[in-house]
């Protein structure tokens, strides 16, 4: 299974994208993951991504490329994966398509989660997010337990640096501006396949399983 994650930052899609490449046991590949723990690493891509990250830009298309080259230069990827938050831009999505033409893949769905921005908002600006195992909190849901701790691996939940009102609203703004035009690139190649984000965890799940 070959798949691509589209949507808007807050529509649940880092969530959706765990569940389903654990269920069929293919890499979740999220660019953002890897420019966090590089930025935490200090790496020289760390240094280079941080500004960007922080401030809610997107990272360049060249050193974004790179960064996935690199990942497909191992087997890794031989039995499927699931990109989550790549491609981002056209010239990604294009860069991304010649690649893997070259490598013979062809990708089987690509997932576009749909939330209106009032709910994204919201939900972006309750997240709290576990510093190890990445899962997604709401802030809500914390204070119901009480516990600032991962109910998975037990480490700290924290609020990521680019979660804040005025960096979200500029996250948004990206999105439409520069990864939007990516549900005509992929549905004029038959690949998307629209889903409703609103509801619960697992009622989003199944309405991704039964496209798959
Ligand atoms: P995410 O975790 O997917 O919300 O990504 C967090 C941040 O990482 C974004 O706001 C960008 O700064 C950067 N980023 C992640 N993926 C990409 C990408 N494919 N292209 C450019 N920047 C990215």
Redesign the pocket.
């Known amino acids: 299974m070959r798949l691509i994650f589209l949507g808007a930052?807050g529509v649940g899609k880092?969530t959706q994208a765990k569940k389903i490449a654990s269920k069929f046991n293919i890499p979740h590949v999220?660019?953002?993951?890897i420019?966090?723990a590089e930025i935490k690493k200090g790496s020289i891509l760390g240094k280079k991504?941080a500004e960007?990250?922080h401030s809610?830009?997107?990272?360049p298309?060249e050193i974004?490329l790179e960064m996935i080259k690199e990942q497909f230069k191992t087997d890794r990827f031989k039995s499927g994966f699931l990109m989550?938050?790549?491609?981002?831009?056209l010239e990604?999505a294009e860069k991304f398509s010649k690649l893997l033409k070259e490598l013979d893949i062809k990708i089987d769905r690509v997932i576009n989660i749909v939330v209106d921005e009032e709910e994204i908002v919201k939900r972006l600006t309750n997240r709290l997010v576990c510093g190890e195992c990445k899962k997604i909190f709401s802030l809500s849901e914390v204070n119901k337990n009480g516990s600032f701790l991962c109910d998975v691996c037990g480490s700290e939940l924290s609020k990521r640096k680019?979660d804040s009102e005025e960096v979200i609203k500029h996250?948004i703004e990206?999105y439409k501006s520069q990864t939007q035009p990516l549900v005509e690139f992929y549905s004029k190649k038959k690949l998307l396949e629209n889903i409703d984000g609103h509801g619960t965890e697992d009622e989003i799940f199944e309405r991704i399983l039964a496209r798959l």
């Open positions: 930052p880092g999220s660019t953002g993951d420019l966090r991504a960007f990250v809610g830009k997107l990272v298309d974004i989550d938050g790549f491609p981002r831009t990604q680019d996250r990206v």
